[in-house]
């Protein structure tokens, strides 16, 4: 069996961003920059005043001096002329710094009426003055391709002034349940069956992580039935099924794509929950076959699905970010295969995380996963530990999930 | 000046969550929950398997013993018949134990051809069966209200049959962004004017904490087009506007506003960057005056516009969350305003956060801004600390900013 791993290595191999797409500044914030943004403009455009005050020659900058106010500029209003000897203009922050002008004296450090403006500090040549370009300067590379764009590289970009940027296509992922046992929510149950939850689930994690989810409809556990709807994924860049990828009697998916020519990587991996996870190619076309257990598919989908969409995005593909915890209770010790143990956090009175996996652990609690607010990684093989051992944990909703 | 906390819980105050729509499963991640989920079925609905195996009646479940095989029940298909003595019926995972049968042997513990299966170890009587309602009962209130709808909640909403949730509507944020020297990107730039970043920014920062953001045209600096664009505002459920927030000769929108009849309740707080906040209502809508600045805009959607957006949303509208990092550099004493830098995260060897603060912190720099992960919490009067010191971060991007 892969180790978790290997297993991530080879589905990222086969992985490549999506071509990009232009789209307006307002779509933008969360998609993935395929080209550097530039600064089209220097900011500050010239000096700017960083405060409310007057503008005047250093040389008259003393305590006491008494000089004509001769004008004022707004902030989109720049005063035309030129500061001389003995004169001020009055400025507020973002005002441009008039010609002739060298040294700003804030408002609080002055006396003035319409007229004359009396210093009460001295002032300091470029004190309070934001030169031209102290955030950027015209062809500055602001933003690299590759990154994830945050509400603020948005203003940054506004502010270099792009209305439009390039960024990754959002990959395209077809979800695909299949079993005879499942029913969509508030359709008809058939008997002993249960209602899929798993397509739902994982629409919310695909368009958290950045992709376009597409829900097929329910494939029975027949080859043909599997082959049918699988094909209705071909222009998806990713194809993700939900049970029936082990080889099993009814375990037919693995079938039902052979029979379309699947080029099969792998198909069972060292990891609870969720051994039976498969990942191979139909064609040009990525397949990761979740297990059937919602429980098992909501790790694996965290483990394997959200580097695999993230690649796609035009991302590195990077694990799922793990931190420190401390255990409030004894770990037992593990066997061959890494685990993932659901569990609630608290912060601890210094503000570390506190971490306390479930008593029951089977993969069939979906009511427990909604609950949990990590997971807790356990190594192959991990020895028993006492209650207060540090762990490495995975935050759930933290990443999409 | 009042306090940041004092201010919070002063706009939080006059929010109330809007009122609940009925959305579809597939639109519901990330929604907060308007009325609780109850679970319309019991799961599983009857006692099922847990492994691929034999079904058997416990006294037949010894080693050695040699059961006719009767039928299989694959997960969908129920075995219609009752298990008797000597007798066996295959199941998979999640097939509904038969009647007769209260034992189950997995497959691995068995040599078995299409007849008959014999025994290599020994059954225990509900071992390996995962009893009816072990997830969840009919009636169970599986998810409360004020739950902001995760991936897996929405899965345990779909279990529980579900096709529709009852959510909190997304509350309509206007933003007004005011200024003569500000232009939209692309659009002609005025002389010594720069391009509006704020309103771009905040809309994908509003998308993130869960509002529908209205970008309203740019006002002029003047009190009679301020008042106007405000007016286009009246029926969202917030009101952000940028700049002019002061009292100053060309601060406008405090005046603007007035001649609405704007019920101002505060315009300045303790706290840099940022202290002209202003908040009031103008009839029923809430206003949020933030600086023009735009880190200072940024740094105030998030420690009020945060918890104002969220407590629209139906959450409780907590401050943004904050955790503890070891400071790389040391602290100079703070005075009588909170502060918030700007800073860098990186993992220390143990797993816990390293901050370290940019050296310049002046508000106008949003290329710093977008670069940064962090600010650093400063409380008023905070004293001078070594390097090496714990200090309270808020992390930026896990925020929405």
New interface residues.
């Given amino acids: 069996m892969l180790s978790v791993t290997e297993a991530r290595d080879r589905i990222l191999a086969l992985l490549a961003p999506t071509g990009s797409e232009i789209v307006t500044?307002?779509e933008?914030?969360?998609r993935v920059l395929a080209a550097p943004v530039v600064a089209r403009?220097t900011?500050?455009?010239?000096d700017?005043s960083?405060m409310?005050g007057f503008a005047l020659r250093a040389a008259d900058a003393t305590v006491g001096a008494r000089l004509r106010i001769i004008g004022a500029a707004?902030?989109?209003?720049?005063f035309a002329g030129s500061v001389g000897a003995g004169e001020a203009v009055r400025l507020?922050?973002?005002?441009?710094v008039p010609s002739g002008a060298d040294c700003i004296v804030i408002q609080e450090d002055t006396t003035f009426d319409d007229d004359v403006v009396i210093l009460n500090a001295a002032g300091h040549p470029g004190k309070h003055v934001?030169g031209a370009g102290?955030?950027?300067t015209i062809g500055d590379v602001?933003?690299e391709p590759g990154r994830r764009?945050?509400?603020?590289?948005?203003?940054?970009?506004?502010?270099?002034?792009?209305?439009w940027l390039t960024v990754h296509r959002k990959p395209i992922i077809a979800v695909l349940a299949t079993?005879?046992?499942?029913a969509?929510?508030?359709d008809p149950?058939?008997?002993?069956?249960?209602?899929?939850?798993?397509?739902?689930?994982?629409?919310?994690?695909i368009?958290?992580v950045g992709g376009v989810p597409i829900?097929l409809p329910i494939a029975l556990?027949d080859r043909a039935a599997i082959a049918t709807a699988a094909q209705a994924a071909a222009r998806a860049d990713l194809l993700i099924t939900t049970g029936g990828a082990s080889v099993?009697?009814?375990d037919l998916v693995q079938a039902g794509l052979a029979d379309l020519g699947l080029d099969l990587d792998f198909w069972k991996i060292a990891m609870r929950p969720g051994k039976p996870l498969m990942f191979g190619r139909l064609g040009a076309l990525p397949v990761l076959g979740l297990p059937?257990?919602?429980v098992s598919a909501?790790v694996c989908a965290l483990l394997f699905g959200k580097p695999a969409i993230e690649r796609l995005c035009g991302l590195p593909g990077d694990p799922p970010p793990?931190?420190?915890a401390r255990c409030t209770i004894p770990l037992a010790a593990n066997d061959q295969r890494a685990d993932h143990l659901r569990a609630t956090l608290t912060?601890d009175a210094?503000?570390?995380w506190l971490v306390t996996p479930f008593g029951p652990q089977?993969s069939?609690?979906?009511?427990r996963?909604?609950l949990?607010d990590a997971v807790v990684l356990r190594a192959p093989y991990a020895r028993a530990e006492p209650a207060g051992t540090?762990v490495?944990i995975i935050r759930?909703?933290?990443c999409?999930?």
Same sequence: chains 1, 2.
Avoid: C, K, W
């Fill in positions: 500044l307002a933008a914030a969360g403009l900011q500050p455009p010239l700017v960083a409310d707004p902030a989109g209003h720049p507020f922050t973002g005002s441009v934001r102290l955030d950027f602001l933003l764009l945050t509400a603020r590289d948005i203003g940054l970009a506004a502010a270099a002034n792009h209305p079993g005879d046992e499942i969509m929510p508030g149950i058939p008997p002993g069956g249960i209602v899929s939850s798993n397509s739902h689930a994982l629409a919310g994690f368009r958290a829900i556990d099993g009697t009814h059937g257990n919602p909501m793990s931190e420190p912060r210094d503000g570390s089977d069939s609690l979906l009511r996963l909604a949990a540090v490495d759930l909703a933290a999409g999930l």
